[in-house]
């Protein structure tokens, strides 16, 4: 056993240890730390107390501030990797950070829009679960749109492909209730939503499901994901890639009224 009680020495524990090690080494105070990395105080402290690992792009800052080169990033790779290989591996922290998101979607309404109803209706395709198991999967998953809301809400911007809008779930209300959340989700000040035409064709994206996401470093990183899979894109070229196509999309969207009054109508019918 280890001198603070840890029965085994971790990654995460290594990384955590390492982040306040430098932070004494350096003579900073959190606050300090806070101004000269762009990042929230109380968010750097539960990096140090291992409240949570945090993503990268903070490690990659951190290094950074400190002058320790890829140490930290690589002692967060070594955390990551030992917490087991993920489908959204690195996502939910990335998003977590983000001050802004550019989503598009493919078939499915994006998950920071999604009513109950029509998440449980999504979770319980992907196979058997138990109820209570379920239920912290919805929760999990409706929490995070606490995003958009408060102080500081996540400035968002979805591009929704019209199938997403003509393909309800089986219960006529739960598909209703969401329908209507988009509309009013569609009307909030930090929330931009626009439906892609089925009519516009092929184009760049159609493949998969995109998530471009603004940090607080200034960085962009993108996030791709299929029906099975899912993957974190961190290398300036190919976001770079994705951020041109997805601005191409986005011109070829209906625009923001014409896309509520879509969203409307298809409530109506």
Do not use: C
Not at 40 to 64: F, H, I, N
Not at 130 to 137: N, S
């Amino acid at each position: 056993m280890d001198v603070n009680g840890d029965e085994e020495l971790s990654a995460r524990a290594v990384y955590r240890r390492e982040l306040l090690r430098q932070r004494e080494r350096s003579g900073w105070t959190l606050a300090e730390l806070a101004e000269r990395t762009k990042y929230d105080g109380s968010y750097l402290q539960r990096l140090e107390t291992g409240g949570r690992l945090g993503s990268v792009d903070a490690a990659g800052v951190l290094d950074r501030t400190y002058g320790t080169g890829d140490h930290l990033v690589d002692l967060w790779r070594l955390a990551k990797r030992e917490a087991g290989a993920s489908r959204f591996a690195g996502f939910a922290e990335v998003e977590a950070e983000a001050t802004g998101i550019h989503a598009f979607t493919l078939s499915t309404v994006p998950g920071l829009l999604q009513t109950p109803g029509y998440a449980e209706a999504l979770l319980r395709m992907e196979g058997p679960v138990g109820e209570e198991v379920l239920a912290r999967q919805v929760e999990a998953r409706i929490r995070r749109q606490e995003r958009l809301t408060g102080l500081g809400a996540l400035r968002y911007r979805a591009l929704l492909d019209e199938s997403a809008i003509r393909r309800p779930v089986a219960d006529r209300d739960v598909w209703a209730d969401q329908l209507a959340h988009l509309v009013q989700a569609a009307q909030e000040p930090n929330i931009s939503l626009q439906i892609v035409p089925l009519g516009i064709g092929p184009h760049p994206l159609v493949m998969s499901s995109v998530q471009l996401l603004w940090l607080p470093s200034g960085r962009t990183v993108a996030y791709i994901e299929g029906s099975w899979s899912g993957q974190l894109v961190q290398e300036t070229e190919d976001v770079d890639r994705l951020r041109f196509a997805y601005d191409l999309l986005r011109d070829s969207a209906l625009s923001t009224a014409d896309s509520l009054a879509l969203l409307r109508t298809t409530l109506e019918d």
